[in-house]
């Protein structure tokens, strides 16, 4: 049983691309939860939150929530959704785990 961090983009203008990224990071957190692992998703895992909050576009606030569990994970896995390889925040999840030695796994939609 491994513990996985599964990060994707999720900060975009359009409020329905949010929604759409919020529903696949799920649907692969599902999947990865049934064959075993335990998974942490900050998007499943935030985007509720986000919606009770004034600053749930501020990638510094979420980027301090996350960094706990990068370092808690044994890999990090990447749902290469449109828009994976240039969100900013990705790329900080990608070099936390990289820097800590951990796996780097590429998940497809």
């Known amino acids: 049983m ?3 961090y599964l990060a994707s983009p999720y900060t975009h203008p359009e409020k329905l691309i ?3 990224r919020f529903n696949a990071a799920c649907r692969a957190a599902a999947r990865l939860m049934e064959a075993g692992n335990i998974v942490f998703s900050p998007i499943a895992h935030s985007h509720p939150i986000s919606l009770h909050m004034d600053n749930s ?3 510094g606030f979420w980027l301090a929530q996350d960094k706990a ?3 808690w994970c ?3 896995h990447v749902l290469l959704l449109p828009g994976w390889d240039t969100s900013k925040g990705v790329a900080m999840e990608i070099a936390w785990a990289r820097e800590a030695g951990k796996p780097v796994v590429e998940v497809a939609p």
């Open 2 to 4: 491994k513990k996985i």
């Open 18 to 20: 949010r929604r759409q």
């Open 57 to 59: 576009l501020d990638l």
């Open 69 to 71: 569990f990068v370092d």
């Open 74 to 76: 044994d890999e990090l």
